[in-house]
C-alpha cells in the first residue's frame, strides 16, 4: 500500500532563516506531487505542483521554492523565512485518471 | 474558472443529530467530486468521492450524491457522534494533467454530547 511522509513535524524558525521541508512517497511510481499551505481557520492554497522528476509548476509568487529531486520526493525550500511563511504545510501525492489526492500529516512552520 | 463554495461554520450539532453540510460547484466539462475531513492538528483524510453524474459516494455512514442538475454534492450524515467533529472541505478535480484539486473553504463541525 502507498504510505506518504512529510518531515519535520513542527518547527520553528526565526525570520531570514532558511528552510526546508522533506516530503515521501512509498508504493507507487510517478505520482503527481502537491505542496499546500494552511494558514490558521484558512482553507488551503495550492503552492507547486509536480508531474514528473525535475518538472515543478507554481501557482503562487513568493519566496518559496520547489524540487523534485527523486521520483518519489518532493521538497519545500526558502533561503529567508518571512513570518507570514507560518503555517501548516500538507504534501499530497496523486495517481489515475480521477484525480484523488492523498494527504501527509503536515509540517507546522511557525516563523518568529 | 472552477471554484467550488461551502456552507460557511461553524456547525454545532448535539449528538444523533441530522446533519448536511452543502456543496455547489462551477466546472466546465465533468470534474469527480470529494469530501475530505481534517481533525485537529492533522492532514486531510479522504472521506468519499463520486466520479460520475448521479453517483453515491459513501463511508462511514456520511453519503454525497453528485448531482449535475443543480452542480451540488451536498454531505449528509444521519446520526453525527462526538467523534465527527472536524473540519470539512469539498473539492473538485480539473481534467488536466496535473488534476488539481479546487477546494471549498471548510465547515467546522462540532458535534456536542
Known amino acids: 500500500s502507498q504510505t506518504i511522509h512529510q518531515w519535520p513535524a513542527t518547527l520553528v524558525q526565526p525570520v531570514g532563516s532558511p528552510l526546508s521541508l522533506e516530503c515521501t512517497v512509498e508504493?507507487?511510481?510517478?505520482?503527481?506531487l502537491y505542496w499546500y499551505r494552511q494558514a490558521a481557520g484558512r482553507g488551503l492554497q495550492l503552492l507547486f505542483y509536480?508531474?514528473?522528476?525535475?518538472?515543478i509548476s507554481s501557482e503562487v509568487p513568493q519566496n518559496l521554492s520547489a524540487s523534485r529531486p527523486q521520483d518519489r520526493q518532493f521538497i519545500l525550500s526558502s533561503k529567508k523565512l518571512l513570518l507570514s511563511d507560518s503555517g501548516f504545510y500538507l504534501c499530497?501525492?496523486?495517481?489515475?485518471?480521477?484525480?484523488?489526492?492523498?494527504f501527509g500529516p503536515g509540517t507546522r512552520l511557525l516563523v518568529l | 474558472g472552477n471554484s467550488v463554495t461551502q456552507m460557511e461554520g461553524p456547525v454545532t450539532l448535539s449528538e444523533e443529530a441530522f446533519l448536511t453540510i452543502n456543496c455547489t460547484y462551477t466546472?466546465?466539462?465533468?470534474?469527480?467530486l470529494f469530501w475530505y475531513v481534517q481533525y485537529p492538528g492533522e492532514g486531510l483524510q479522504l472521506l468519499l468521492k463520486?466520479?460520475?453524474?448521479?453517483d453515491k459516494g459513501s463511508n462511514k455512514g456520511f453519503e454525497a450524491t453528485y448531482r449535475k442538475e443543480t452542480t451540488s454534492f451536498h454531505l449528509e450524515k444521519g446520526s453525527v457522534q462526538v467523534s465527527d467533529s472536524a473540519v470539512y472541505f469539498c473539492?473538485?478535480?480539473?481534467?488536466?494533467?496535473?488534476?488539481?484539486?479546487?477546494f471549498g473553504s471548510g465547515t467546522q463541525l462540532t458535534v456536542l454530547p
Open positions: 499530497a501525492w496523486a495517481q489515475g485518471s480521477e484525480g484523488t489526492q492523498y
Open positions: 508504493g507507487t511510481s510517478n505520482p503527481n
Open positions: 509536480s508531474v514528473g522528476i525535475g518538472q
Open positions: 466546472a466546465t466539462g465533468y470534474p469527480s
Open positions: 463520486a466520479t460520475k453524474a448521479d
Open positions: 473539492a473538485l478535480s480539473d481534467l488536466g494533467s496535473a488534476r488539481q484539486l479546487t
